[in-house]
């Protein structure tokens, strides 16, 4: 089993920056990405970014596309999300998950709540 801890969200203005950071511990060795999805109030769970844990090979929504970076340290089994130019429509809780290739993404941690005031 997996366990996830996502950190580093915060209170930030338009234009701002901040890094998530999202601690893997547990049966790590299996797993084939790591990402990042986030929640705005009422609305669904959408995609924000993925990174294959082997090739660092990544992914991103449109929206975040050119703004955000996700990267990796697999000896620290840590995955962090830069993200730059925040908008306020990035205003979310986000949530860190992992995938064990041919599987879903689970588990998922508690997430971290990233606001942006305009």
Known sequence: QVQLVES???????????????????????????????????????FVALIVRSSGGT????????????????????VYLQMDSLKPEDTAVYYCTVRTLGKNYDPWGRGTQVTVSS
């Open 59 to 78: 992914n991103y929504a449109d929206s975040v596309k050119g703004r955000f970076t996700i990267s990796r340290d697999n000896a620290k089994d840590m």
């Open 8 to 46: 580093g969200g915060g209170l930030v203005q338009a234009g701002g920056s901040l890094r998530l950071s999202c601690a893997a511990s547990g049966r790590t060795s299996g797993l084939y990405s790591m990402a990042w999805f986030r929640q705005a109030p009422g609305k669904e769970r959408e």
